[in-house]
């Protein structure tokens, strides 16, 4: 089985910094793409960047866009968030996703779209304080 492991939240300060990372593990399997979205209390769960894994292509929604960063490590089976200039809106449980695809042409839409996705972490907390 496909297990992905999130680390890295915690607690910062408005206008700090955090670098999530998902570690892939247990069986080899085939991927298209790998995606970041989160769920803030009382909230749906939202897209929140993602990347192709056959060229690195990337995609955010808007409101990261400039702040948030996402970077992948093939040899070590690690995708990243790097998430710059944090404010409390920014507060929620952060979820890596993987797809079972393999590495293939795929649209923007495709990434965006969490029924695109077939394993997930079971999440980590970030808390943006004011």
């Known amino acids: 089985q496909v297990q992905l492991v999130e680390s890295g939240g915690g607690l910062v300060q408005a206008g700090g910094s955090l670098r999530l990372s998902c570690a892939a593990s247990?069986?080899?399997?085939?991927?298209?793409?790998m995606g970041w979205f989160r769920q803030a209390p009382g909230k749906e769960r939202e897209f929140v960047a993602a990347?192709?894994?056959?060229?690195?292509?990337?995609y955010y929604r808007d409101s990261v866009k400039g702040r948030f960063t996402i970077s992948k490590d093939n040899a070590k089976n690690t995708v990243y968030l790097q998430m710059n200039s944090l404010a409390p809106e920014d507060t929620a449980v952060y979820y890596c996703?993987?797809?079972?695809?393999?590495?293939?042409?795929?649209?923007?839409?495709?990434?965006?779209?969490?029924?695109?996705?077939?394993?997930w972490g079971v999440g980590t907390q970030v808390t943006v304080s004011s």
């Open positions: 996703a993987a797809d079972s695809q393999t590495p293939r042409y795929s649209s923007s839409g495709y990434h965006r779209n969490e029924q695109s996705y077939d394993y």
């Open positions: 247990g069986r080899t399997f085939s991927r298209s793409a």
């Open positions: 990347i192709r894994w056959s060229d690195g292509s990337t």
